[in-house]
């Protein structure tokens, strides 16, 4: 199975459109176009009845308390945890494409609408969670939106787009479902995955 994502290859850093915050001289992060990116893929396996696409940072803070904190940084070696930044369930068997800017073009803030999409149902992304003490951007996020680490990490953090073409039709999956659920309810069947995986930091130092 062939997966690319346009505009982002595997260990570059990823496009500034794509993200959802950009480097800012003035006041460390700004906010950026935050679309998502083409996906397109070909020769999915016989049997495949819908398709998956998770887009996963491996690298985020286990510990919140110093992120984006003046005078602090996040070490390398603090334990890290996924944080997704799209969850995109029951996509049809025909689909193969899914446009730059189709999902997500710019920040919504209290996120935009999960569920039903014109290419499957969207589940909500980990900025449901992180954002939740925030009133001016707290809710829920379904959907895409980019990559926004933190401004204090040492490390460069990696944002992995992939494709699982499935045996079933559908997850069963409905509501404010994350990652993680999908994962699970995925489990034994896997017909076919493949991925791409970015970079991304808004550290001035690591950049």
Not at 129 to 139: H, K, Q, S, T
Request: glycine residues 10%; proline residues 9%; charged residues 20%.
């Amino acid at each position: 199975m062939r997966f690319t994502v346009k505009g982002i290859e595997d260990n570059r850093p990823i496009p500034a459109q794509f993200a959802f915050a950009v480097p800012d001289p003035d006041q460390h992060m700004r906010l950026s176009d935050n679309r998502n990116p083409e996906l397109r893929w070909l020769d999915a396996p016989t049997g495949t009845q819908s398709f998956v696409v998770l887009v996963t940072d491996p690298d985020v803070p286990g510990v919140a308390d110093d992120v984006n904190q003046e005078g602090k940084t996040l070490p390398a070696d603090l334990p890290r945890v996924d944080f997704y930044h799209w969850v995109l369930v029951d996509i049809p068997a025909d689909v193969a494409l899914i446009e730059e800017g189709e999902m997500a073009d710019g920040v919504v803030p209290k996120g935009k609408p999960h569920g039903q999409t014109a290419k499957g149902i969207a589940g909500i992304n980990g900025y449901t969670g992180f954002l939740a003490g925030d009133p001016d951007m707290a809710g829920v996020y379904g959907g895409y939106d980019g990559p926004c680490p933190p401004w204090n990490d040492e490390i460069v953090h990696r944002y992995t787009f992939s494709l699982h073409a499935l045996d079933i039709p559908t997850l069963g999956l409905a509501g404010e479902f994350t990652g993680e659920q999908v994962r699970e309810a995925m489990a034994g069947h896997v017909l076919a995955e493949a991925s791409v995986t970015g970079t991304y930091t808004l550290n001035p130092k690591v950049r």
